[in-house]
């Protein structure tokens, strides 16, 4: 039977009921619907984005104090309150600037220049023994290693390894010191497929770029990702955060379970199509505790996912500190599912500062990192890292460094820092009024206090000559021993007993100490305020 009159019929009496109904509306409010829905839409799919991305505890409170702000003189209360925490924080470091050149001098200074730079140097804080990480050389600058890698970067100072032609001692170098890292984190290892290489770079932050940037490049080319999200631990290195800003990534970051380690399970979560990488560190930053690289690097391999291990701190550490028969659990390129791994050879590899290595599992990955540019009017151009230009010197400074070590070097170093690592543990937990958050792996050593401001004792600290690291979640403070603290061991657990006595008997904070400003930026529920704060501090420092 032919159901074209009865569809005909229909439309014709739709038409009627719908023109009847519709009539009853003036002609500009028909006109403007269908813009005022299309705008709702979009406002509530912008909050739904924020919220999904935020949660919505932190976009609520965003909401909230952004419509505060549109009242008459509410906003500029907040900016003047703002802005005396920035000057607070600014304090120490505006009047140093105060009389800084703005203009080359007319007469140069010639070789006079030396002794105005030890003047300033001389206005230096005294570093040796008392600050977290910073400088993990021992012993003097003047003498010993200091001296050693100081000879070899001046020797290459006017090289660039960009000039492969001219300067190939410098490309020399830094393939042995690539070949060198690599070997001892699993590269000459069968599980690792044999096929590990890398480049240096100017520092971990550099080499976490590399490894997120060509991690997004090769799961588009292995995917067809186009809208790569990234998952990390909380406790994963502020790197990320950077890397995910710069290349346009949607950066999930998950909670870390009781023992301070990455979630395993709760990553898994958080996995979906669009996932390019997972993330694993040994040590993390925050609490010295290795994440669960084996669980990772299984998850990783089952979802066809990328994995980056973070070694920055322990990659000149963990090999020796595991044949000292330290109880390190797998974290390199032994672990199927690791594709890649950052190292920095400054820190623990006694190298100049400026010197880091990214590390691939092969070189269908790595090719991911590199630029090649045929279209210039200059020639053909390719680069390997970010920079174009890099110091030579540095490179060869780090070759320096382990050559004149060596593995028996290595090994004696891990010895002593390990061991100071754990005379503090133990000092730190004769403090009753503190606790070791987790348990360290490696040579840092993070507490807190469930009865006195952790900050307060840290202004103390500081007063004393100190620089530890403050953190939050919990509001605790952490150590990154080096070998400048082996003298210093005594003297650090004496300072901060005294330091947990003058806070017990006299509390609150001290003058010109930042207690308050670190205590109300962790309590601060509006957490883009606090970012505003940390980019205006930054703004005016730099």
């Given at each position: 039977m032919d159901s074209s009159p009865s569809t005909a019929s229909f439309l014709i009496r739709f038409r009627g009921s719908a023109n009847s109904f519709l009539s009853q509306f003036e002609p500009l409010a028909l006109l403007l619907a269908p813009f005022l829905t299309l705008l709702v839409a979009r406002v509530f799919h912008s909050f739904l984005s924020v919220t999904v991305e935020k949660g919505l505890k932190a976009s609520l409170i965003g909401f909230f104090m952004?419509?505060?702000?549109?009242?008459?003189?509410?906003?500029?209360?907040?900016?003047?309150?703002?802005?005396?925490?920035?000057?607070?924080?600014?304090?120490?470091?505006?009047?140093?600037?105060?009389?800084?050149?703005?203009?080359?001098?007319?007469?140069?200074?010639?070789?006079?220049?030396?002794?105005?730079?030890?003047?300033?140097?001389?206005?230096?804080?005294?570093?040796?023994?008392?600050?977290?990480?910073?400088?993990?050389?021992?012993?003097?600058?003047?003498?010993?290693?200091?001296?050693?890698?100081?000879?070899?970067?001046?020797?290459?100072?006017?090289?660039?390894?960009?000039?492969?032609?001219?300067?190939?001692?410098?490309?020399?170098?830094?393939?042995?010191?690539?070949?060198?890292?690599?070997?001892?984190?699993?590269?000459?290892?069968?599980?690792?497929?044999?096929q590990v290489c890398g480049n240096m770079t100017s520092g971990g932050t550099e080499s976490i770029l590399l490894a997120v940037k060509t991690s997004r490049d090769f799961m588009k080319m292995k995917k067809g990702i186009t809208k790569p999200e990234m998952i990390i631990a909380e406790s994963a290195h502020s790197a990320y955060d950077k890397a995910a800003q710069y290349f346009n990534i949607k950066l999930r970051r998950v909670p870390v379970n009781k023992e301070y380690q990455a979630d395993v399970k709760a990553i898994r979560k958080h996995i979906n199509r669009n996932t390019i990488l997972i993330v694993g560190s040994a040590p993390g930053f925050p609490h010295g505790i290795i994440d669960p690289i084996e669980d990772l690097g299984k998850l990783a391999h089952s979802y066809g996912i990328c994995l980056h291990v973070d070694l920055c701190l322990g990659g000149f550490v963990l090999p020796f500190a595991r044949k000292l028969g330290y109880p390190i659990p797998s974290f390199d390129f032994t672990v199927m599912g690791v594709t890649s791994i950052?190292?920095?050879?400054?820190?623990?590899?006694?190298?100049?500062?400026?010197?880091?290595?990214?590390?691939?599992?092969?070189?269908?990955?790595?090719?991911?990192?590199?630029?090649?540019?045929?279209?210039?009017?200059?020639?053909?151009?390719?680069?390997?890292?970010?920079?174009?230009?890099?110091?030579?010197?540095?490179?060869?400074?780090?070759?320096?460094?382990?050559?004149?070590?060596?593995?028996?070097?290595?090994?004696?170093?891990?010895?002593?820092?390990?061991?100071?690592?754990?005379?503090?543990?133990?000092?730190?937990?004769?403090?009753?009024?503190?606790?070791?958050?987790?348990?360290?792996?490696?040579?840092?050593?993070?507490?807190?206090?469930?009865?006195?401001?952790?900050?307060?004792?840290?202004?103390?600290?500081?007063?004393?000559?100190?620089?530890?690291?403050?953190l939050q979640r919990p509001n605790s403070l952490h150590i990154c021993v080096t070998l400048q603290h082996v003298p210093f061991v005594d003297a650090f657990i004496q300072d901060l007993r005294d330091a947990v006595k003058t806070v017990k008997e006299n509390p609150g904070p001290i003058s010109g100490g930042l207690a308050p400003i670190y205590g109300a930026a962790g309590r601060m529920p509006d957490r883009g305020m606090v970012q505003e704060l940390l980019v205006n501090y930054m703004d005016g420092t730099c």
């Open positions: 952004s419509s505060i702000k549109l009242f008459p003189g509410v906003k500029s209360y907040i900016d003047a309150e703002k802005q005396k925490v920035v000057d607070k924080l600014q304090s120490g470091s505006k009047s140093k600037r105060e009389n800084s050149r703005t203009e080359l001098p007319t007469t140069g200074l010639g070789v006079g220049v030396i002794e105005e730079m030890k003047h300033e140097k001389s206005k230096d804080v005294d570093w040796q023994g008392k600050c977290s990480g910073t400088v993990y050389i021992g012993g003097s600058e003047s003498e010993g290693h200091f001296s050693l890698i100081n000879e070899a970067c001046s020797m290459f100072a006017h090289t660039n390894p960009l000039h492969l032609d001219v300067f190939q001692s410098v490309a020399r170098f830094e393939a042995e010191v690539v070949a060198m890292t690599a070997a001892l984190l699993g590269s000459k290892e069968k599980a690792s497929g044999g950052s190292v920095d050879v400054h820190k623990y590899g006694l190298a100049p500062k400026g010197t880091s290595i990214v590390l691939y599992r092969n070189h269908d990955i790595r090719k991911h990192q590199f630029v090649a540019v045929t279209e210039w009017s200059g020639g053909l151009y390719v680069s390997p890292t970010i920079a174009g230009s890099r110091p030579g010197g540095l490179i060869a400074g780090a070759w320096a460094a382990m050559m004149s070590l060596g593995q028996e070097g290595y090994m004696e170093h891990t010895r002593k820092i390990m061991e100071v690592s754990k005379m503090i543990q133990k000092g730190i937990n004769e403090i009753p009024e503190f606790f070791i958050i987790g348990r360290p792996d490696m040579t840092i050593v993070a507490f807190g206090s469930a009865v006195l401001d952790i900050f307060e004792v840290n202004d103390i600290m500081s007063a004393k000559g100190w620089h530890l690291n403050a």
